[in-house]
């Protein structure tokens, strides 16, 4: 079992920024490729950013591509979601995820282990 743990959300307004975190902790954090989804109320939850293992390749949805930036840092069990120039639509629960390959976490083919969420809020 890998337990997930996010924080860092909050209400901001319009064009500033936030930094989430996922914290997490059980099995070995380099063996899986993480992620984040989010949804909104009423909306599906979906895909926002991935990252592989070791770092090195990273996916983003169009809707957040240029202004979110995720990393890792795996001497910490950390996986962060930098966001910047925030817009209303960008309120939602924020999500972390894992998976073992990062393709079927971008495709949400398969996701392995879920965050309880952290909400985002931004003001217009």
């Known amino acids: 079992q890998v337990q997930l743990v996010e924080s860092g959300g909050g209400l901001v307004q319009t064009g500033g920024s936030l930094r989430l975190s996922c914290a997490a902790s059980?099995?070995?954090?380099?063996?899986?490729?993480m992620g984040w989804y989010r949804q909104a109320p009423g909306k599906e939850r979906e895909f926002v950013a991935a990252?592989?293992?070791?770092?090195?390749?990273?996916y983003y949805a169009d809707s957040v591509k240029g202004r979110f930036t995720i990393s890792r840092d795996n001497a910490q069990n950390t996986v962060y979601l930098q966001m910047n120039s925030l817009k209303p639509e960008d309120t939602a629960v924020y999500y972390c995820?894992?998976?073992?390959?990062?393709?079927?976490?971008?495709?949400?083919?398969?996701?392995?282990?879920w965050g309880q969420g952290t909400q985002v809020t931004v003001s217009s």
């Open positions: 990252i592989s293992s070791n770092g090195d390749i990273t």
């Open positions: 995820a894992a998976a073992y390959r990062i393709t079927p976490l971008v495709t949400r083919t398969r996701v392995d282990y």
């Open positions: 059980g099995r070995p954090f380099t063996n899986y490729a």
